[in-house]
């Protein structure tokens, strides 16, 4: 009976005292995420296909033109697109072993994140004081589902980046921490994708006449 432990199985020798441990397969990782993913996208298209049917039915309540405020919806897509890039910087510093440069990178990326936040919650802020909150009509309330959820999806991806500097700090650059900046990699690019087409479909669509 061999003395170790192969494979993750226990060895029935009580005088075995080591054993050799499976790594977590980044590639199966990296599948479960695009897995994920892919449901999210499934989720983002069923509120988008709501959004397409319920988005001009006013009930005599206001419409797109009236209560978006483009400058700052554009401003605030600006932020989105910058962090993405500022992101980008964060994996080159990572591939390059800079660990300063990588947390450095991933905080401008949260601020960024968290100004997109800042100005979202003001916007809902002030429909809801204008007496505009979801339940004034199906366009409002598609609108909310839509672009509340995708605020829910930054929001948890800025917890998950504060987390991640956390354990760069405390861990450095190994392969589980490469491995998760490549899996919120994608998280962010994706609502970078998904934030595009809120802004081309629901603002800029929905001030036209």
Partial sequence: MSD???????????????????????????????????SDCLLFAGLFAAYAVLGRNFAGGPSGA????????????????????TYGFAMIAAQRKHLK???????????????????????????IAEGNGPQRSAFLTSFFALVGTH????????????????????????????RRMMCLSMFWHFLDVIWI????FVYLMGVLP
């Avoid at 075995?16 to 897995?35: C, K, M, Q, S």
């Fill in 4 to 38: 170790t432990i192969a494979n993750g199985a226990v060895s029935a020798d009580p005088s075995a005292r080591y054993y050799v441990r499976d790594h977590h397969p980044e590639n199966g990782t990296l599948l479960g995420f695009w897995i994920y993913l892919m």
């Fill in 66 to 85: 009236e209560v978006f405020d483009l400058p700052t919806v554009a401003l605030n897509t600006a932020f989105l697109l910058l962090s993405s890039i």
């Fill in 101 to 127: 440069g990588a947390i450095i990178w991933l905080a401008v990326t949260g601020l960024f994140g968290l100004s997109f936040l800042y100005l979202e919650l003001q916007e809902f802020a002030h429909l």
């Fill in 151 to 178: 605020g829910l999806h930054v929001t948890f991806g800025s917890v998950w980046l504060v987390t991640l500097m956390v354990q760069l700090g405390k861990h450095g650059l190994t392969p589980e921490n490469l």
């Fill in 197 to 200: 087409g809120v802004f081309t």
